[in-house]
């Protein structure tokens, strides 16, 4: 069981997902077409799990499983799917302490917009990112060692600001 830690923004982070994503675009070859940082060690100024998510997105996402001992020799678990069909999951722990996240998708998919219309709206929107901040703060407290209950805890307010975004990005096209 891990304990659930959300710490104050660091700047660092920004440079870790630069390295981190460097490695992980020579791991996935021409496959690849860009990749993101997203999660909330994107979002500044907000508390989050030290993790550091990545979108990685690909021309063929079943060319990926092509791609699994390249990224296990990164150090990456393959989780496949992971409940998200059409996604290639993998995550990396670093002695025995979560640091990464690789989530894959195909262009055009609607989970690559949601992540970053999501990211996007709380970096143009500071009052609901602190808003998140604050209640994974609490969430963290009340669900130390519960991920389930930390991430359900999350869900509503994560679905309401999906659907701001999709109306806000909307708007901006």
């Known amino acids: 069981m891990r304990k659930i830690e959300v710490v104050p923004h660091n700047p660092e982070w920004r440079s870790e997902f630069a390295h981190e994503s460097k490695l992980v675009i020579a791991a996935l070859g021409n496959n690849l077409i860009t990749i993101h940082h997203i999660g909330s060690t994107s979002i500044p100024g907000i508390y ?12 063929n996402i079943e060319l990926v499983d092509e791609c699994n001992s390249q990224m296990i020799a990164l150090g990456y678990e393959v989780m496949g799917e992971f409940g998200i069909p059409g996604r290639r999951y993998f995550r990396k722990d670093i002695n025995d302490v979560r ?15 949601r992540h970053l219309y999501f990211r996007d709206y709380m970096i143009a929107h500071p009052e609901y990112a602190q808003q998140y901040s604050e209640l994974k703060q609490k969430l963290a407290r009340q669900f ?23 109306e806000w990005k909307n708007k901006s096209i």
């Not at 989050?48 to 021309?59: G, N, R, T, W, Y």
């Not at 389930?148 to 999709?166: P, S």
């Open 99 to 113: 640091t990464h996240h690789v989530h894959t998708f195909q262009t055009q998919s609607p989970d690559i917009a």
């Open 48 to 59: 989050a799990k030290p993790i550091i998510d990545m979108l990685a997105e690909v021309s």
């Open 144 to 166: 130390p060692e519960d991920i389930e209950g930390y991430m359900d805890g999350k869900d509503g307010f994560i679905k309401d600001m999906q659907t701001r975004a999709q």
